[in-house]
C-alpha cells in the first residue's frame, strides 16, 4: 500500500517560506537539498510524519501563477479559535473562523491562512474526520 510522505509546493524565497511555516505551523527543516539549479527543502514536525517539500528554482523573480483549481494543503490543531488568535497577533492574516453544518450538526470548524507565495493553508479543529 501507498504511503503519504510529502507534499510539494513551489515558493519565490526560501527564508520567507521557511519563516512563515514555522511561525504558522512550527515546521522546521528537516533536510535541505541543494542542486545546481533549485533547491529542496523538507519541512516536517513531531505531530506527524507527513513533510513538505519546498522547491526553490535559482533565478526565478517571477510570482507562480497558481491557477484557478482550489488546490490546498490542511492541518488540524485542538483549538482552531486559539490557534486563529495566534496568527492574528504574528501578522498572518488568517482568514474568517467559518462553521460548516451539514444534518444539523458540525462537519467542520476552519479558517484559512496563505503563504508568502499564495498558498492556501486550511486550519481545521480537531473533530470528526479531521482528527
Same mark, same amino acid.
Given at each position: 500500500?501507498?504511503?503519504m510522505?510529502?507534499?510539494?509546493?513551489?515558493?519565490?524565497?526560501?527564508?520567507?517560506?521557511?519563516?512563515?511555516?514555522?511561525?504558522?505551523?512550527?515546521l522546521?527543516?528537516?533536510?535541505?537539498?541543494?542542486?545546481?539549479?533549485?533547491? #529542496?527543502?523538507? &519541512? *516536517?514536525?513531531?505531530?506527524?510524519? +507527513?513533510? !513538505?517539500e519546498l522547491? $526553490?528554482n535559482?533565478?526565478?523573480?517571477?510570482?507562480?501563477?497558481?491557477?484557478?483549481?482550489?488546490?490546498?494543503l490542511?492541518?488540524?490543531?485542538?483549538?482552531?479559535?486559539?490557534?486563529?488568535?495566534?496568527?492574528?497577533?504574528?501578522?498572518?492574516?488568517?482568514?474568517? #473562523?467559518?462553521? &460548516? *453544518?451539514?444534518?444539523?450538526?458540525? +462537519?467542520? !470548524?476552519?479558517?484559512? $491562512?496563505?503563504?508568502?507565495?499564495?498558498?492556501?493553508?486550511?486550519?481545521?479543529?480537531?473533530?470528526?474526520?479531521?482528527?
Open positions: 500500500m501507498a504511503k510522505i510529502h507534499s510539494m509546493i513551489r515558493v519565490l524565497d526560501e527564508a520567507r517560506s521557511v519563516e512563515f511555516y514555522s511561525k504558522a505551523f512550527g522546521s527543516v528537516a533536510d535541505r537539498v541543494d542542486f545546481e539549479t533549485f533547491t #529542496l527543502i523538507y &519541512l *516536517n514536525n513531531a505531530e506527524t510524519g +507527513f513533510e !513538505l522547491t $526553490v535559482k533565478g526565478r523573480t517571477e510570482p507562480y501563477n497558481l491557477g484557478n483549481a482550489y488546490g490546498h490542511a492541518v488540524s490543531v485542538e483549538e482552531v479559535a486559539v490557534e486563529r488568535e495566534r496568527m492574528l497577533k504574528l501578522g498572518l492574516k488568517p482568514g474568517e #473562523l467559518v462553521e &460548516l *453544518n451539514r444534518d444539523g450538526r458540525l +462537519f467542520g !470548524l476552519f479558517f484559512f $491562512v496563505s503563504d508568502p507565495d499564495g498558498y492556501k493553508i486550511e486550519v481545521l479543529q480537531r473533530h470528526g474526520r479531521f482528527l
